[in-house]
């Protein structure tokens, strides 16, 4: 069956529409998430960090916001595990205060994949991504 999420999810660290941190092997994952995820870093609509799940058909369609190892689908995928057959629709990069120099990691369906980690990311979309600094004050 497919897992919905229709709340908002609010965090810190390790945020995500169904997992925020974890490894879940020889499991598949079909998603359909339309609340708004929020976080700082390791945000992702379907999971924050490290799962090796398989993930197929999710449809992210809540807004998916962070700073820093923030995607779409995954926010850091340090495991792999395919992604197949996603749809994202609203990401929200929110990068450092103007001026300041620090490292961030966002991408459209994976923040951040961890070297070394063979991902399969295949037959994926992604539309509205939004990108913004942070004002000086």
Do not use: R
Request: charged share 15%; hydrophobic share 35%.
């Amino acid at each position: 069956g497919t897992v919905t999420v229709t709340a908002d999810i609010y965090g810190t660290d390790n945020v995500g529409g169904i997992v925020g941190s974890g490894t879940a092997v020889n499991v598949t994952v079909k998603a359909e998430i339309t609340g708004d995820i929020t976080g700082t870093a390791y945000v992702g609509g379907v999971a924050g960090n490290g799962t090796a799940a398989t993930i197929t058909e999710a449809v992210i369609e809540g807004n998916v916001t962070g700073e820093d190892n923030v995607g779409g689908i995954m926010g850091y995928n340090g495991e792999g595990g395919p992604i197949t057959g996603c749809t994202v629709k609203n990401l929200k990069f929110k990068y450092a205060e103007e001026g300041k120099n620090e490292s961030s990691s966002f991408g459209g369906l994976v923040g951040y994949v961890n070297y070394g980690v063979n991902a399969v990311i295949t037959d994926n979309k992604v539309s509205g991504i939004y990108a913004h600094t942070k004002a000086a004050g």
